[in-house]
T-cell receptor, first 113, second 114 residues
């Protein structure tokens, strides 16, 4: 079946530290991959996406590259800010009838000043 | 603001009761999704509708049902509620189902069953 595995959290970093949140997936066919972010008390917002192998999605300093050979889509940011504290979800969509966005369990990021 | 509206924001009810959660999708979006978010299970896909028709079903209990109306709003009905149904229920919408489709999420309804 289709599934997403994210690294366990929480991840605790100091401001300006480098961030990596690992995400690997299992999917039939060739999925599109997404990172969503959930700030406290809010719904999920799309952070970035990649639709084919070797695509790099980027937004607000975050980046992730679609690696088909390792079935991975790791999220990175060079210098985190306190305002990046949130829960990050990796997700995939195989685009087949009868399926929808499948999410990982989420990784909580806490950034301190 | 994602443009997806969910009501109510909070709901407290007793075990055995029935509740209805409502979702208005973004203007122009034909597809609606329902997700349940709990601490132990994470974000679980429940069901998807497209233009009034059920399109995909996930881990939705038989006690739960949903529908999408002609004006495209959707309702999720939860009945015979149990303590374990306490969770955050999200609605999301998209233009259409599809491989590259971005889903826009509402702020959720927090259901507490006591």
């Amino acid at each position: 079946g289709n599934s997403v595995t994210q690294m366990e959290g929480p991840v605790t970093l100091s401001e300006e530290a480098f961030l990596t949140i690992n995400c690997t997936y299992t999917a039939t066919g060739y999925p599109s991959l997404f990172w969503y972010v959930q700030y406290p008390g809010e719904g999920l917002q799309l952070l970035l996406k990649a639709t084919k192998a070797d695509d790099k999605g980027s937004n607000k300093g975050f980046e992730a590259t679609y690696r088909k050979e390792t079935t991975s889509f790791h999220l990175e940011k060079g210098s985190v800010q306190v305002s990046d504290s949130a829960v990050y979800f990796c997700a995939l969509n195989v685009g087949q009838a009868g399926t929808a966005l499948i999410f990982g369990k989420g990784t909580t990021l806490s950034v301190s000043s | 603001d994602s443009g997806v509206t969910q009501t109510p924001k909070h709901l407290i009810t007793a075990t055995g009761q029935r509740v209805t959660l409502r979702c208005s999708p973004r203007s122009g979006d034909l597809s609606v999704y329902w997700y349940q978010q709990s601490l132990d299970q994470g974000l679980q896909f429940l069901i998807q509708y497209y233009n009034g028709e059920e399109r995909a079903k996930g881990n939705i209990l038989e006690r739960f049902s949903a529908q999408q109306f002609p004006d495209l709003h959707s309702e999720l009905n939860l009945s015979s509620l149990e303590l374990g149904d306490s969770a955050l229920y999200f609605c999301a919408s998209s233009v259409a189902p599809g491989l590259n489709t971005e889903a826009f999420f509402g702020q959720g309804t927090r259901l507490t069953v006591v």
